[in-house]
């Protein structure tokens, strides 16, 4: 692969029209402000991210946690294209220069796909047609389509989001650029590709799409003819995934000491780990000539300390390992590549975490409560779909918007408009439509 054809301002769904532009920015900026302005990622504010939406003490929910992914990710995105830069002179003046635009606008986009309730809301969806009342499903549908179905993954919903022509939307959705599109694909394969893990890229609708893409921009394909369709990652994927990898646990932690989860000193001592014993005197020196005496403004602090450390290890790694990315044969992820004293400070923050964090009462809550609100709007919402001509299948179907294909003659359309439909919802509403559904909430005129 190399850069000056993986970097493409081409817009899906617009590859022969193109409009008049009547101001400065870029392709990639336009991107950026599409996403920003559009209603799937103002709902993600209202989208768990680990723990519950706030009550007195703000934590992260899927909008901030995106923003600040976005903002490391312009960071490194930056620091690539100048050390690449200088490697490779002839790059200078290019499309390249932009690739902190290209991450950033990925990094808004990477959880744009996820339904409520975190992880829970996932499980939930896969659980309902791999052993819940979905199962007898499966002979109804293509076998591609059903292993979409019980491997259902949120990356792949963000594709779709952006891509797919939903009813009633020109081709292309959200008519992104190429590249753009390219860098939020984190498992560039088929689901049939997909392996135990279950992560897959795009669902079987829209791979014509990201077939489009990848032979549009010289992305590697690793499988054969008659094999099931697996690209090689598209390089800037490395950088969007090292943000989101940063961000999410760097955060977790933050959010653990202000939700007295994890003490202070076990906080500072996480965060203090991602340096040696010369940096560590320099950090705390500066948090007393500054005088920071506020516990949680320490933690802020040393958490902006590690992000930066761990933002400058990944772009390194990203340059030293060039060849091995645009080859399609790096193995794992950035963070597997950075120097061992700060990647088993991330290590074992990540497994405090799994201890901690992701097994405490309020997030086991959280997943408890959103699983069973799932499964009841899936129970309800397939059945109008499998059986339109019911009379409360023909009055959850009004629920739809005109952008749903609920009422389309072809099948797999409308299992899939609900999924869309439900993968759509926030927190909130989902619990609305569930509570409504279940007769114990009606409406106050």
Not at 82 to 92: G, Q
Not at 343 to 366: F, G, W
Request: glycine share 6%; aromatic share 10%; with cysteine.
């Amino acid at each position: 692969m190399n850069w000056q054809q993986l970097i493409s301002n081409k817009r899906l769904g617009q590859e022969i029209r193109h409009p008049e532009r009547h101001d400065d920015r870029s392709e990639f900026k336009r991107d950026y402000d599409r996403l920003i302005f559009s209603a799937p990622f103002r709902r993600m504010q209202n989208k768990t991210q680990v723990f519950p939406l706030p009550g007195s003490v703000f934590v992260h929910n899927r909008l901030t946690h995106s923003l600040e992914v976005a903002s490391v990710g312009m960071s490194l995105g930056n620091d690539v294209a100048r050390e690449l830069k200088l490697r490779h002179p002839e790059l200078t003046g290019t499309l390249f220069e932009e690739i902190g635009t290209i991450v950033s606008t990925a990094c808004l986009a990477h959880d744009m796909g996820n339904p409520p309730f975190g992880h829970s809301g996932e499980k939930a969806i896969q659980a309902f047609f791999r052993e819940g009342k979905g199962m007898e499903l499966q002979h109804k549908v293509r076998p591609e389509f059903w292993d979409n179905l019980i491997h259902f993954e949120g990356n792949a919903n963000a594709f779709r989001l952006l891509a797919h022509r939903f009813h009633g939307r020109r081709e292309g959705g959200f008519v992104m650029t190429y590249s753009t599109l390219a860098s939020i694909v984190k498992y560039p394969y088929s689901s049939l590709a997909a392996g135990k893990k279950g992560k897959f890229g795009f669902f079987c609708f829209e791979e014509h799409y990201y077939r489009r893409i990848a032979d549009e921009l010289g992305i590697r394909r690793l499988s054969a003819d008659d094999e099931p369709l697996r690209y090689a990652r598209h390089p800037l994927v490395y950088l969007v995934e090292a943000a989101d990898d940063i961000c999410y646990e760097i955060m977790d932690i933050e959010d653990a000491h202000k939700l007295r989860i994890l003490s202070f000193d076990e906080t500072m001592q996480l965060l203090l780990g991602f340096f040696d014993n010369c940096q560590r005197e320099k950090i705390l020196k500066r948090i007393d000539e500054e005088g920071i005496t506020d516990n949680n403004e320490k933690v802020v602090y040393l958490r902006a300390c590690a992000i930066g450390k761990l933002e400058s290890e990944c772009a390194r790694a990203f340059v030293e390992h060039e060849s091995e990315i645009l080859n399609g044969t790096l193995k794992g992820c950035l963070i597997d590549h950075i120097t061992p004293l700060v990647s088993d400070a991330y290590r074992h923050c990540s497994e405090l975490s799994v201890q901690r964090i992701y097994n405490s009462k309020p997030v086991l809550d959280v997943e408890l409560s959103g699983y069973k609100i799932m499964e009841t709007l899936m129970d309800a919402l397939i059945e109008a779909a499998v059986s339109p001509e019911k009379f409360h299948s023909e009055q959850l179907r009004k629920r739809f918007s005109n952008q749903y294909d609920i009422n389309s003659p072809d099948f797999e359309t409308r299992v899939m408009a609900v999924i869309d439909f439900i993968s759509g919802m926030t927190d909130v509403f989902a619990l609305d439509i569930y509570q409504k559904i279940q007769g114990i909430s009606l409406p106050i005129v």
